[in-house]
């Protein structure tokens, strides 16, 4: 007799045995979608995965559902990557998917991977080599559809901006096996004849496919190529390129590109007027100060009465005077002062002094005698006085001790 199970317990088996399958854990599946349903109070994604042969059930929980850059509507062929499992409420076997894309997009979505990684490897993605744009553009070549919407964005953005800019128009195809070289010759052109000053490439939005003329490899070479800056604004905001990554400026539509390329010529008259006032304020204060400065100048004394200035510096003149010579006479005693104490000092040792209170000095050949013992009978000296010498001899010599 078999074990008896609940309903839930059989589902959560199956289940197990489901999500226990590496095979189902992870793959991807081609199909049409049917019975599609946007549950917009949760934002997850229910509809059906079908062939000429068979259909599965299908869910995208809003989390993944966020990340498509698409709208998925009934009878679009797509391919979804993501794992099987049971939904145990109601025993439904369905496909719980994490990405999908476009049939066709996988392996576009594949080729864009391989060349970005490769110009990226060769440095055309840098951002040392993404150049400013222009402030005040005078010419700007725009290369797109003649027909298309981006072209009247642009142009009416532009001549609304900033009217006084030249908008240069290069027809080109922007969609097709023919769109990348059409593009590459109107780079070509604008390079060599037109004197532009700044380049918008690109398109409004579509498809994928739609866009991929804008992955081109050589299209991305020739643009890194261009001597002047280039704005590439391709699709819409969620739409990326290879020339939106190897152009100076990605603009996330046309319309932005157009409003990033030129100022706002209303805003730069505003701008002027302000400066403009500024300047003059600035200058009426100048003026106002070298005006009071002026008049204070016209009330000094000096002009009111020119010679009033002789008069001061005569006076200040005589007054100089009279402190240098008081000065002068001042030092003047005092050195004379030091003079006559140096000279009373002097007159008190002069021997002139002594001779004249009745002392004489005495001299021989050998110079003045001091000493008796100097001396002998008949020796020839020469007696000086105060007021004259006398030329003696020596009769006999005497020692006396005065002590």
Same mark, same amino acid.
Not at 162 to 189: F, R
Not at 250 to 266: C, F, G, K, L, Y
């Given at each position: 007799?078999?074990?008896?199970?609940?309903?839930?317990?059989?589902?959560?088996?199956?289940?197990?045995?489901?999500?226990?399958?590496?095979?189902?854990?992870?793959?991807?599946?081609?199909?049409?979608?049917?019975?599609?349903?946007?549950?917009?109070?949760?934002?997850?994604?229910?509809? $059906?995965?079908?062939?000429?042969?068979?259909? =599965?059930?299908?869910?995208?929980?809003?989390?993944?559902?966020?990340?498509?850059?698409?709208?998925?509507?009934?009878?679009?062929?797509?391919?979804?990557?993501?794992?099987?499992?049971?939904?145990?409420?109601?025993?439904?076997?369905?496909?719980?998917?994490?990405?999908?894309? !476009?049939?066709?997009?996988?392996?576009?979505?594949?080729?864009?991977?391989?060349?970005?990684?490769?110009?990226?490897?060769?440095?055309?993605?840098?951002?040392?080599?993404?150049?400013?744009?222009?402030? /005040?553009?005078?010419?700007?070549?725009?290369?797109?559809?003649?027909?298309?919407?981006?072209?009247?964005?642009?142009?009416?953005? =532009?001549?609304?901006?900033?009217?006084?800019?030249?908008? =240069?128009?290069?027809?080109?195809?922007?969609?097709?096996?023919?769109?990348?070289?059409?593009?590459?010759?109107?780079?070509?052109?604008?390079?060599?004849?037109?004197?532009?000053?700044?380049?918008?490439?690109?398109?409004?939005?579509? $498809?994928?496919?739609?866009?991929?003329?804008?992955?081109? #490899?050589?299209?991305?070479? !020739?643009?890194?190529?261009?001597?002047?800056?280039?704005?590439?604004?391709?699709?819409?905001?969620?739409?990326?390129?290879?020339?939106? /990554?190897?152009?100076?400026?990605?603009?996330?539509?046309?319309?932005?590109?157009?409003?990033?390329?030129?100022?706002?010529?209303?805003?730069?008259?505003?701008?002027?007027?302000?400066?403009?006032?500024?300047?003059?304020?600035?200058?009426?204060?100048? =003026?106002?100060?070298? #005006?009071?400065?002026?008049?204070?100048?016209?009330?000094?004394?000096?002009?009111?009465?020119? /010679?009033?200035?002789?008069?001061?510096?005569?006076? /200040?003149?005589?007054?100089?005077? #009279?402190?240098?010579?008081?000065?002068?006479?001042?030092?003047?005693?005092?050195?004379?002062?030091?003079?006559?104490?140096?000279?009373?000092?002097?007159?008190?040792?002069?021997?002139?002094?002594?001779?004249?209170?009745?002392?004489?000095?005495?001299?021989?050949?050998?110079?003045?005698?001091?000493?008796?013992?100097?001396?002998?009978?008949?020796?020839?000296?020469?007696?000086?006085?105060?007021?004259?010498?006398?030329?003696?001899?020596?009769?006999?010599?005497? #020692?006396?001790?005065?002590?």
């Amino acid at each position: 007799m078999p074990s008896v199970l609940t309903v839930r317990q059989l589902n959560t088996y199956v289940r197990s045995l489901l999500e226990g399958d590496s095979r189902l854990a992870f793959l991807s599946v081609s199909g049409e979608i049917s019975n599609f349903k946007n549950h917009y109070g949760s934002g997850h994604l229910y509809f $059906s995965l079908k062939d000429k042969d068979a259909l =599965i059930k299908c869910v995208m929980f809003r989390g993944n559902a966020a990340g498509l850059g698409f709208v998925p509507e009934d009878g679009m062929q797509v391919v979804c990557t993501g794992r099987v499992s049971l939904y145990e409420k109601d025993g439904q076997y369905q496909f719980y998917i994490d990405s999908m894309v !476009k049939s066709g997009q996988g392996d576009l979505l594949e080729q864009f991977k391989l060349i970005k990684e490769k110009l990226e490897k060769e440095g055309l993605f840098a951002p040392e080599t993404k150049r400013a744009l222009p402030k /005040f553009p005078q010419r700007i070549a725009v290369i797109t559809s003649k027909t298309g919407a981006a072209l009247q964005d642009i142009t009416n953005i =532009i001549s609304r901006r900033y009217p006084i800019c030249e908008i =240069i128009l290069c027809g080109v195809l922007v969609q097709g096996a023919d769109a990348a070289p059409s593009m590459i010759k109107a780079l070509d052109n604008v390079y060599k004849n037109a004197d532009a000053d700044l380049i918008i490439i690109g398109r409004g939005g579509g $498809s994928a496919e739609d866009l991929w003329a804008f992955n081109d #490899e050589a299209l991305a070479r !020739k643009i890194y190529e261009s001597p002047i800056p280039v704005i590439s604004a391709v699709g819409h905001e969620t739409d990326f390129s290879i020339s939106d /990554f190897v152009a100076d400026l990605r603009a996330p539509t046309p319309s932005a590109a157009a409003e990033i390329a030129v100022p706002d010529m209303s805003e730069l008259k505003g701008y002027i007027n302000g400066c403009a006032t500024r300047i003059k304020n600035s200058a009426n204060y100048y =003026i106002a100060n070298a #005006e009071a400065s002026l008049n204070k100048c016209r009330q000094s004394s000096f002009l009111l009465n020119p /010679f009033s200035l002789i008069d001061n510096n005569s006076i /200040f003149v005589d007054r100089l005077s #009279e402190r240098l010579k008081n000065s002068f006479d001042n030092k003047m005693l005092k050195d004379w002062g030091r003079f006559e104490k140096a000279a009373a000092k002097l007159d008190a040792i002069s021997p002139l002094k002594v001779l004249s209170r009745g002392y004489s000095i005495t001299e021989c050949d050998k110079g003045i005698v001091k000493s008796v013992k100097e001396l002998s009978g008949g020796d020839n000296v020469k007696i000086r006085l105060s007021d004259g010498s006398a030329d003696c001899t020596v009769i006999t010599t005497k #020692e006396i001790d005065w002590r």
